[in-house]
């Protein structure tokens, strides 16, 4: 297991839903916060989605993973919009 995985296998849903709920929008701060953590934004997000969608991510925090969901579902019918002919 390489330095990064150890990282993100010590970051649990219940902390990315909680940190999604201290900083709900995009900031300098939400990413120094991130990088705190270990974590690049990008890989951040993607695990987001997944602690949003997991039971132990629901349990921890339903308010924040059903508005990550929701988020989640808005975009993409955005983008299928945009390339639907």
Do not use: C
Not at 17 to 36: G, T, V
Not at 57 to 79: C, M, Q
Request: aromatic share 4%.
């Amino acid at each position: 297991m390489s330095a990064a995985d150890e990282r993100i296998a010590l970051v649990t849903p219940a902390d990315l839903l909680a940190l999604e709920a201290q900083w709900p929008s995009h900031s300098p701060n939400k990413d120094a916060a991130i990088r705190a953590r270990g974590l690049a934004p990008a890989r951040f997000y993607q695990l987001l989605v997944r602690a949003a969608a997991s039971a132990d991510g629901i349990a921890a925090d339903p308010l924040t993973a059903r508005r990550v969901r929701e988020r989640v579902a808005t975009r993409a019918e955005a983008r299928r919009r945009r390339i639907a002919p």
